[in-house]
């Protein structure tokens, strides 16, 4: 009796598993397909449709309406952090879905600048807040809820369907602008660009169907039902794992290379050298496909080898590979593009983007997990939002020269690779015992009550 019991917990924790797996890709799709339609949508069209009578700043200010969302990024980490360690992952991760679902169809539907003035642009940026609200919260919650469901010994590869969602959903997205530059530019002004806007819906929708499916992990319950879940998570973290909410800020510098390359490199492409924008697209589209089956790969190596050495060498060669990526972009090599693609995306990105997800979850205390990694991860990516930005400006003081891209992303992963290594590895660490489980709990209410 006692063997079928086990073997009925096991396999109902396995179902459970996938199922979260399934709900962090299809979530993750969404976000970052409706993130990476807006980036591509910034590049291309908004400076003329929100932003016609800036002149050359045009682009500028429509690349800086991408990176406001990440303004709010730090709000919706803590807002998540804070609902989902005390009512429960499930909740918090249908909630991000339909706020992000709904700010995209609104953004589809705004009139444009020259139909009601200034309120064009305002309404663009408050959807776009209402987004980085979302995104703050979503993967730390997808994170926690498949870290706790994942079977011992592959947390890292069912972890890694989270970020593998995010290449979908970039896949999508880059289809779809690949159809909007094959449109007429009176087309593409008037309504082709807010087509993929209004898809988003489809993936909203079957999103919202898995993830109602979702049970929270035992593990949470289990906390929940001994009272042992703080009335303030974020205050207990601050109070127990301040050293380790730090380290997730500036190992998060990672993630600048997935804006500096696809983001500002299809800026700078089409802008400043003149390829055609379907090209860049096609090479993107290229490097994101590729991602997909190399992401698992490295997910699986470190639940072998550990998280530490996957995310550091990634860090490394993507360090180097920017340098590559963006001198060939600047001799408009196309051969070269895609070899840097591979490199930057396909090969380094992969290894830094399948692991972070499970290694910075691993951090923290299941009491505060969503809380350490949300706030942790969202303002460390600030820098990631505003780094096109940035880039843009110092690139124009120098005669729109590529190397600020590629200065900016090398010092991004060197921070990021510096912070990993100062964190204790923890690919073999019980799941019961991650981030000082087994700590007096009494510990834990003297840290709160002393809030």
């Excluded at 917990?9 to 409706?34: H, P, V």
């Excluded at 600048?113 to 980085?132: F, K, S």
């Excluded at 369907?161 to 970039?170: A, D, E, M, R």
């Excluded at 290379?257 to 090479?283: E, K, M, Q």
Aim: hydrophobic letters at 50%; one cysteine or more; charged letters at 15%.
């Amino acid at each position: 009796m006692r063997a079928t019991s086990l073997g009925t917990d096991t396999s109902t924790k396995k179902n459970q598993g996938i199922r979260s797996s399934l709900a962090g890709f299809f979530g993750s799709a969404l976000e970052y397909y409706d993130m990476y339609i807006y980036a591509s949508a910034s590049a291309l069209v908004f400076s003329r449709v929100f932003f016609p009578d800036s002149g050359a700043t045009g682009l500028l200010l429509s690349l800086a309406t991408y990176g406001v969302a990440y303004l709010a990024r730090p709000l919706g980490g803590f807002l998540a952090g804070h609902f989902g360690d005390r009512f429960g992952r499930r909740n918090i991760m249908i909630v991000t879905l339909l706020i992000m679902g709904v700010a995209t169809f609104i953004i589809g539907c705004l009139p444009s600048y020259a139909a009601i003035g200034l309120w064009a642009p305002a309404l663009l940026v408050l959807m776009r807040l209402l987004q980085g609200l979302s995104v703050g919260g979503e993967l730390a919650g997808a994170a926690s809820l498949t870290l706790e469901h994942a079977p011992a010994g592959r947390r890292g590869l069912f972890t890694s369907w989270l970020v593998s969602g995010i290449w979908f959903g970039y896949i999508l997205a880059t289809l779809a602008f690949l159809w909007v530059s094959s449109l007429s530019d009176e087309d593409i002004q008037s309504w082709g660009w807010r087509v993929p806007f209004w898809a988003s819906a489809v993936i909203v929708v079957a999103g919202l169907i898995i993830r109602r499916s979702l049970e929270d992990p035992k593990i949470f319950h289990e906390q929940k039902a001994e009272n042992a879940i703080p009335k303030a998570p974020i205050g207990v973290l601050l109070k127990r794992q301040p050293g380790d909410v730090i380290r997730v800020i500036f190992a998060s510098f990672l993630l600048v290379i997935s804006t500096t390359v696809p983001v500002y490199g299809l800026t700078f492409a089409t802008n400043v050298v003149g390829i055609d924008a379907s090209v860049v697209l096609w090479i993107t589209l290229f490097g994101y496909a590729t991602a997909l089956f190399t992401q698992p790969l490295f997910a699986a190596l470190s639940d072998r080898i550990g998280r530490k050495p996957v995310l550091i060498g990634g860090n490394v060669i993507g360090a180097v590979a920017v340098w590559q990526f963006f001198w060939a972009v600047g001799a408009a090599n196309v051969p070269m593009i895609f070899l840097g693609i591979f490199l930057s995306i396909t090969i380094a990105f992969a290894c830094t983007n399948a692991v972070y997800p499970v290694f910075f979850a691993e951090m923290f205390n299941v009491r505060y997990r969503v809380s350490g990694m949300a706030i942790g991860l969202q303002i460390g990516i600030v820098v990631t939002g505003f780094s096109p930005t940035i880039i843009q400006a110092i690139s124009t003081a120098n005669a729109d020269s590529w190397w600020p891209a590629a200065a900016l992303t090398t010092v991004a992963c060197v921070v990021s690779a510096i912070a990993v290594a100062t964190a204790e590895e923890t690919h073999k660490t019980p799941l019961e015992e991650l981030g000082g489980y087994d700590d007096d709990r009494g510990a834990v209410k003297e840290a709160e009550s002393a809030l």
